[in-house]
């Protein structure tokens, strides 16, 4: 069965140091890979995916994930936080070969703040 | 580009009435969503467009939630009647088969429903 575990309900980090957003996952295969954020009041915003190649992919305001695949983890990071990032986090996967059932399966999200 | 777009963003009705939903999708996006997201959690997906066709809606309650895109473009989803329980937000997406098959959902800023 796949599944997404997103472990810590909350992080919460200085303005200025760096921040991790924890995710581990279950899928058969291969990973599509997926990272949110939800703001207060707001639809989700997608921040980077993973598909195949780099292990560290680059997303939207200066966010990373590093997929680990020996691990099965795809962590969100960023190396100096701003208290505009304080957030909603969601990690999301689905397997590459799933034909046509594309279904995303979620996390339960990682609330982050980043303290001034 | 446009986003999603979702009206309306608030709707308070009394239990047992009937509400409405509609979705305008990011154009060109064949593939439209129907989550639905409480407080704190991730979103729950509720039924896939892939066009006009329905093509996972294992999820959607219906004996009282119904959805159409009858031109596969913009949708409507309904509930009727509402419970109590219908209290939540209801997200839109829409996504297209990007490099390597592995779409990305961009989602809208959500309808917020309180059913008193």
């Known amino acids: 069965a796949q599944s997404v575990a997103q472990p810590e309900d909350q992080v919460n980090v200085a303005e200025g140091n760096p921040l991790t957003v924890k995710c581990t996952y279950s899928v058969s295969g291969n990973p599509y890979l997926f990272w949110y954020v939800q703001y207060p009041n707001r639809g989700l915003q997608f921040l980077l995916k993973?598909?195949?190649?780099d292990n560290l992919v680059k997303g939207s305001y200066g966010f990373e994930a590093e997929f680990n695949k020996s691990q099965t983890s795809f962590h969100l990071k960023k190396p100096s936080a701003l208290v505009s990032d304080s957030a909603l986090y969601f990690c999301?996967?689905?397997?590459?070969?799933?034909?046509?059932?594309?279904?995303?399966?979620w996390g339960l999200g990682t609330s982050l703040a980043v303290n001034p | 580009e446009a986003g999603v777009v979702q009206s309306p963003r608030y709707k308070i009705i009394e239990k047992k009435q009937p509400v409405a939903f509609w979705c305008n999708p990011i154009?060109?996006?064949?593939?439209l969503y129907w989550y639905l997201q409480n407080l704190g959690q991730g979103p729950e997906l509720l039924i896939r467009?892939?066009?006009?066709?329905?093509?996972?809606d294992s999820q959607l309650p219906k004996d009282r939630f119904s959805a159409e895109r009858l031109k596969g473009v913009d949708s409507t989803l309904k509930i009727q009647p509402a419970e109590l329980g219908d209290s939540a937000v209801y997200l839109c997406?829409?996504?297209?088969?990007?490099?390597?098959?592995?779409?990305?959902?961009?989602f809208g800023p959500g309808t917020r429903l309180l059913v008193l």
């Open positions: 467009y892939e066009n006009e066709e329905a093509v996972d």
């Open positions: 154009s060109g996006h064949n593939t």
């Open positions: 999301a996967v689905r397997a590459s070969n799933a034909g046509n059932n594309r279904k995303l399966i």
């Open positions: 997406a829409s996504s297209s088969i990007g490099l390597g098959g592995a779409e990305t959902q961009y």
């Open positions: 993973y598909i195949t190649g």
